[in-house]
């Protein structure tokens, strides 16, 4: 099922189990998807996402096949030095964000934002994840290329014509500027701390 990640195969995998993205503890973890290896001397690319809070996001992300590496960090704002507690005023322009370094051999980067937009957020809401508020945790991907750009339109529009989404999606698409890294204490949030997951359901993926 797995041997084909930048076709189709990611795409017909059902039953996917989605993390709610506030940040108050939880109940129960999301179970797992096994991950094919990695090829070390394989292709590398980075996608950009924000979507609530960065810990459910990455853990979501960090476990999509072909995903070499995640980290949590700011996005969107002008400054190249803000912190947790700025961030979290929402004056910045930043927006709570994930960076990821995938393989494109194992997985596509279509594929990773479809399994973002199904998996790993509510992108029919506007500035808000379910207790979250704010611009800092608003619906967006930040392209690294023009070809980025229209593929994230693309996944965009299927997404809003899936019909798994009973409101319009709210996402915006810029481009990626200014990237600053979160603290420590933030990076694989839910590996340190396993019980900080939060309710979650299940969404069929098939789109």
Known sequence: MMTRMAGRSLLALSLFAVVSLGCEPAKSAAPKVAKPPIDPNGPREVAIVAGGCFWGMENVLRDAPGVVSTEV?????????????????????????????????????????????????????????????????????FTTSEAQRQTAEAVKQRVDKSGKWKRPIVTRIEPATTWVRAEEVHQNYLIKHPDGYNDHWLRDFDF
């Open 73 to 141: 960090g700011y996005a969107g704002g002008k400054s190249t030095r803000v912190s947790y507690d700025q961030v979290s005023d929402g004056d910045t322009g930043h927006a709570e964000s994930v960076r990821i370094v995938f393989d494109p051999h194992q997985i596509s980067y279509e594929n990773l934002l479809a399994h973002w937009f199904f998996r790993g957020h509510d992108p029919t809401t506007v500035d808000r994840q379910n207790n979250d508020v704010g611009t800092q945790y608003r619906s967006e991907i």
